[in-house]
Each structure stands twice: as C-alpha cells, then as structure tokens.
C-alpha cells in the first residue's frame, strides 16, 4: 500500500468508494454486494455521505415507480420497505388566478402502479439494505477533494475539521481522510460539487447539451383529516407564473394525514425580479389550493435543484477510474417528474460493469461497459422518448404544452429531431427591461417567510468555518450582478443567504449569509456570470430533513 497524498491524513482502501448515500449511490452499493455474494468474490464498497445521516439532505416530491426497486430486492415489500401509500388518483389542473380547470393527465404523469413516498426514509430504508449485506456506510463525512495519479482518479479525500472562517487552523482542527478505492463512484445528486469538477476536467459534456435545471421548493404538511385523500396526486401548471416562465406545483397526499406541496420552476426563466420561493407561498394562496392546507400545521420545508435536461444533456458518463451516476448525471425524466428509478437503475447497471471490471486485479480504467449497459437499458428507451418535451417550453406555456401533445400523441418520441437547451445563468433580461414583481407579505397561515422557513429545516452550519459559498471575484455581486440585473441572487436563493447591504452613505455590498444554506446548488447554477461557486461546509452540515 502505497502512502497518502498528504502526510498528515489518515488512509482507508477500498475496491469501490462511492460518494452520496442518494437512490442510485446505494443502489450500486446494494448491486455489488449482491453480486459479490452471487460470484463468491468479496468486493469492499464504501459510501459517503455528507449530511449528518443518511436522508438528512434527501428532498424529493415523491412519487416512486418501483421499477428499479422490483429489479434489485424484488422482495421489499416484504423487507419493509417504507412505501406505505399506493397512487390512487391522478389530478392536472390548470390554474387562472381564480379559476382551477381540470384538464386530462397526460400519460407520462399516469401513477398507476406507484407509491407516494418520503425519498429520504426510503434511502434510509436502502441503507440498512446495503449494511445488512457489508458495505460500510460513513454519513457526516463529506467528500471534498477528488484524488488524482496521471489523469486517473484513484479517490477523495474528505474536508479537514476545525478551519476557522480565516482558513487558519483552529484548536479543534482534525485533518480529513483519503479513501482510495479502485474505482470511485460519483453519486452526489443535482451538480455535484465534485462531479462538476469532473465534467469540466476531463470535458465530458463535449458530446452533450447543456445541464438545465428547475429548482423544487417542498414542504410538509398535516392537514384536517377530513380533507385527506390518501394517494392522491395533483398536478397544476398556470398561475401564478406567467405564460413564459416553465413551473407547476405538486400536491401529494401521503399517509398520516399528511400532504407533500411544493412548486418547482425552471432555472431558465428571464425576469430577473422573479422569486420561486414568493411564487410557491402566493400558489398556495389559490382559491382551490388554499381551503387545502386552512387549520393545517406546516411541519417541514426544504428546497434542490432538479435536472431538467433530460436525454441530451448527459454527459460521458467514465473516465479514467471513476464513473458518474443518478442526478449527478442527470436522468431525470422531466415530463413524467420522476428520476429516482432511473438514477437507481444506472446505479445497478454501473455495480454490474464494475463488478466484471474488478475481477482482475489492480485499478480500474476507463468502464466503458457502464454507458454501453446504459444505452442498451430502458432508461434510454424512456428519456429517447421524451427528450424534446422540455426544451419545447422555452418558447412558452402554451408552445410547450402544444409541442408536448405532439411529441407525445402523434410522434411518439420518433421524430428526427432532438431540441436544443442554453445554459441557465445565460437567460436573464437586464433589470432595465424587465418588470418587478410585487409579491403579498405572507399571512403567517398557509404563506411564510423565508426565515421561518430555514427554520423548519434543521439547517445547521458551524459557524467558525470559511463559507462554503465562494466568490471567484468579489466584485462582481455588486458591479455587475447589482448593477444589471437588481442582484437576483437576494431573489433565487430560497434560504435567505444572499442580502444586499445599504449602510448610510456606504457603497451596498453583498452578505452571504452561509449558515442558511439548504444546500440547493441554486446559486451556483443560476448566477449569471457564474461567480458563486459552491463547495461542501463541513461534513454534517447543512439541512436535517426528517421526512422528506
């Protein structure tokens, strides 16, 4: 065993290291064991995680179609598997500001056959699945520093502790650790720190459209049981968002009398006044939406960013020593507003090409039999087929909608064309040329501030630490985001972490507000000159979501 990169940190070896404890991270986990118990060949697999457990930093709506879950413990039900309430009913409305018109489902959003869940307590769930079968599962260790021998990843190495907020060591300093592994797994969900980095190191969106997102803001409700439907699903597009901006809510009503709200806009829109957690507290002012959630009790929230650009926007999915899978590579299928099967099954389709792969020994190189398997899956099948519905929004609500029954209706996802997407931070108008938008205070009864909000989070930093929100120049928030654009960050960021400060005469300046963060990845996909860039705190840090 050779020594660590840097002297002072410990080293582990393992034959997989994989970083997030997400769908398709535990998935692979999960695969590989199982195959290691199938073929009598022990493989070590370890996964990270950097919330303080597994789920804490899970945000989803959920609805899961269990497919790749049938295929990897077709036995769940039976093990316990916390999916406890079967769709029953599927609703799609269309709202005015006062009207909700009902109008049909589309197909891909029919849930026959699945289960309204909390994502994060089925990971929990997957990861008592994975150590029952010997992977060792570290949460509250976050992966910050990918490790590199000629151009081959050969691990991570996770963030130092005790890091004053001056970069200075403190007394409680405690060097991180360098996990080296065979083979290195990315898991880390929407734009992945580390992953990130990848794609750009090694270039693998240079056959790829652009990643373009959403961002999902959720909460948790229990309502009067007397209003509870337990499966029911609704859908709403419309008001309160104008006609060129994509977006819709989703209300989920989950067992315990509890409902799953949230709204979800995408990253493109251009006015730069456009708030998405504003646009979230008026849609529950809806008169249809409202009578929902009176003499209820709010009792989470939280907010991420979802992938939206579907089929064309994956990247190369290998490279030297390391493979990408789940959201962090983006298969989220947009119109059917599900990605967790399809980040699970290429979990389970890389364990299979790594298991082969690692037969022999030594480090493993480029896994070109992953994206062939992938290719050859039917999450292909499914995100060929739906791959120009998205991107048809970006000529508005009704062009979308319009384009979408043609893909969907008459063409079938065969037509010989494959739509475009354009970055996200490239979409803003000019403050100039926009209009504000006057948003209602909150009620304090089914609308809220964001503060009160971040509380009902559980999101926690320690506060002598540097910020994990970084400027790559810290001029830019005032002279070119203020100035052009009204500093859209104060608007974006759904946890109050970007402020713009008037003291007196003084020149306003940008806070950030780092101890708020819920960790969305928002700032760093939607700033317009990609300034902020985002990196991990601390492990541990960040949101502790319960249930969600």
Known sequence: MTT???????????????VGAGPSGLAAAIRLKQLSAEKGREISVCVLEKGSEVGAHILSGAVLEPRALNELIPDWKEKGAPLNTPAKEDRFLFLTKKRAIRLPTPPQMHNEGNY??????????????????????????AAAETLFEDRRVVGIATGDMGIGKDGQRTANFTPGVEIHARLTVFAEGVRGSLSKALIEKFDLRKNAQPQTYGIGIKELWEIDPAKHHAG??????????????????????????????GYVIGLDYKNPYLSPFEEFQRFKTHPAIRPIFEGGRR????????????????????????AIVGCSAGFVNVPKIKGSHTAMKSGMLLA????????????????????????????????????????????GLVVGMANG??????????????????PDNESLRTAAASTPIEY???????????????????????????????????????????????????????????????????????????????????????????????????????PNYPNM
């Open 4 to 18: 660590s990169q840097r002297p002072d940190r410990e080293r582990m070896d393992y034959d997989v290291a994989i």
């Open 116 to 141: 309204i869940v909390s994502l994060g307590n089925v990971c929990r769930w997957l990861a008592t699945q994975a150590e029952e079968l010997g992977v060792e599962i570290f949460p509250g260790f």
């Open 232 to 261: 029911r699903i609704i859908h709403t597009v419309g008001w309160p968002l104008d006609f060129e901006t994509y977006g819709g809510s989703f209300l989920y009503h989950l067992e315990n009398n509890q409902v799953a709200v």
């Open 299 to 322: 009792i989470a929230y939280g907010a991420r960013a979802i992938n939206e650009g579907g089929l064309q926007s994956i990247p190369e999915l290998v490279m030297p020593g390391a």
């Open 352 to 395: 299979e090409a790594a298991f082969e792969a690692l037969a022999t020994d030594g480090p493993v190189g480029t896994l070109d039999a992953y994206p062939a398997a992938v290719k050859a899956s039917w999450i292909w099948e499914e995100l060929s087929a739906v791959r120009n519905i998205r991107p048809g929004f970006t000529k």
């Open 405 to 422: 029954a043609l893909e969907t209706y008459v063409l079938r996802g065969k037509g010989p064309w494959t739509l475009k997407h354009h």
């Open 440 to 542: 209602p205070k909150p009620d304090g009864k089914v609308s809220f501030d964001r503060l009160s909000s971040v509380f009902l989070s559980n999101t926690n930093h320690e506060e002598n630490q540097p910020a994990h929100l970084t400027l790559k120049d810290a001029s830019v928030p005032v002279d070119y985001n203020l100035a052009i654009y009204d500093a859209p960050e104060q608007r974006y960021c759904p946890a109050g972490v970007y402020e713009i400060v008037r003291e007196g005469a003084a020149a306003p300046r940008l806070q950030i507000n780092a101890q708020n963060c819920v960790h969305c990845k928002t700032c760093d996909i939607k700033d317009p000159s990609q300034n902020i860039v985002w990196v991990v705190p601390e492990g541990g840090g960040g």
